[in-house]
DNA sequence: GTCCATGCAAATGATTTGCAGTATC
DNA sequence: GATACTGCAAATCATTTGCATGGAC
């Protein structure tokens, strides 16, 4: 899942855009690091070893086409950057976002998919009459390797 | 709870800082408005109206300094704004961060309280090792007001 | 009186935009 | 061949910083 090049094409020509290898490359770039989060520069670096004459400008426009699309997620560690990820929808289409656990120590991120939420978003309709779409979860504290604090 | 003066001035004064009407302003301020989550700007503008010589550079070292304090706590909300709200540490001094639940049609910002998560904080210690000192919960959709999506 | 804090204006840095050239359809 | 897309450079906008003045202690 995640990234299928010719459904990506597909969905393109459907609204009448173009096919660019910038386009191209600015989601294959996200689709190789499911893993890592991108800032816009790390995207532009990537994709500047095989096509050196991508402008940034061009990479921001592209991340802006995808958000729109639903095919990546901006993420925002509050570490000065905004980065992006290839997006993750299940199968009946709701969103299915994982999380992010983030070491105040080293600053790495884990992942991890935990559906333990719908329990609270019910909450929240009942109380609330809120009706909750799409949540965001983000933990700070020290990963495995970091271990003691130091704050 | 939430912003006692005498304690501030307590505070500033045993770290060696200089007790201004600009920091009073500023945490006051922000203590005024427990529900709204004020910027950089907004906090600004509320503050020229009692203090017309007041200089957004000051506005933005003193939430600087509020936050190094862990008096106040930043949210981003990703409307391209960053915004501040008065800090509540519990008793034992462990944090007790509220959540926000934002609506996708008016933008409006409710917060809620609820300590659903350290259940899930006890599972990932235990599957990643990684220790949980902090989250950060936004839930997104619909206000009971706007209620039909209009995605 | 000392030194920290402020206000102003200039600097910064991520992101956006205008425009002429270029590639896709 | 028409028009959307790109690359470049300039513009923007929130936030930060340098520096001389002003205020707290």
């Given at each position: 899942m995640a990234f299928d090049r010719e459904e990506f094409i597909a969905l393109l020509k459907s609204k009448g855009l173009k096919i660019t290898n910038?386009?191209?490359?600015?989601?294959?770039?996200?689709?190789a690091c499911p893993d890592r989060h991108l800032t816009a520069e790390e995207i532009y670096e990537n994709i500047k070893a095989d096509c050196p004459e991508i402008g940034l400008a061009t990479v921001y426009r592209t991340i802006q086409l995808l958000l729109e699309l639903h095919l990546i997620d901006r993420i925002n560690l509050d570490d000065g950057f905004?980065?992006?990820?290839?997006?993750?929808?299940?199968?009946?289409?709701?969103?299915?976002?994982?999380?992010?656990?983030?070491?105040?120590?080293?600053g790495k991120v884990l992942s991890f998919q935990d559906d333990l939420l719908e329990?609270?978003?019910?909450?929240?309709?009942?109380?609330?009459?809120?009706?909750?779409?799409?949540?965001?979860?983000?933990?700070?504290?020290?990963?495995?390797?970091?271990?003691?604090?130091?704050?």
């Open positions: 910038q386009r191209l490359l600015v989601l294959e770039t996200l689709a905004v980065r992006y990820e290839i997006g993750n929808e299940r199968e009946d289409g709701s969103k299915h976002r994982h999380h992010h656990l983030i070491c105040r120590k080293c329990e609270l978003e019910e909450k929240i309709v009942k109380t609330t009459g809120f009706q909750v779409m799409d949540h965001e979860v983000k933990l700070y504290g020290y990963c495995k390797e970091c271990g003691g604090r130091t704050d």
